[in-house]
């Protein structure tokens, strides 16, 4: 692997503005499938009905019942009414739900 990465970047090296401007792109549409894959993948794990948790902004802690799957996004609803559309990846299943939560979804899905 190393051995590969560094006769990429010999060759990068040699590269003009152009043809850098090309592997850029091509490098970033290469990123991006990655991504959706990864996405795409993550999102099977979950289902309507399944409480899940993630970290927002100041590191907050949301947890919340899952409304939607979509295919890029999961829209959850929290405690306080709140909707979030999170990436699957930034999610992760309560494996210990409080009661607050557990009678919420109770409510939700009866």
């Known amino acids: ?58 590191n907050k802690k949301w947890v919340g019942v899952v409304l939607k799957v979509n295919l890029k996004s999961i829209q959850i609803i929290t405690l306080d009414s709140y909707k979030f559309n999170v990436s699957p990846t930034y999610l992760k299943i309560e494996d210990k739900p409080g009661k607050k939560i557990l009678d919420f979804k109770r409510i939700l899905f009866p």
């Open 1 to 58: 692997m190393q051995d590969n990465l560094t006769k990429v970047l010999k060759l990068i090296n040699s590269l003009n503005k152009a043809q850098l401007l090309t592997l850029n792109k091509v490098i970033v549409t290469l990123i991006k499938q990655h991504q959706d894959t990864e996405i795409a993948e993550k999102s099977t794990e979950f289902r309507r009905g399944d409480i899940v948790s993630f970290v927002g902004d100041n």
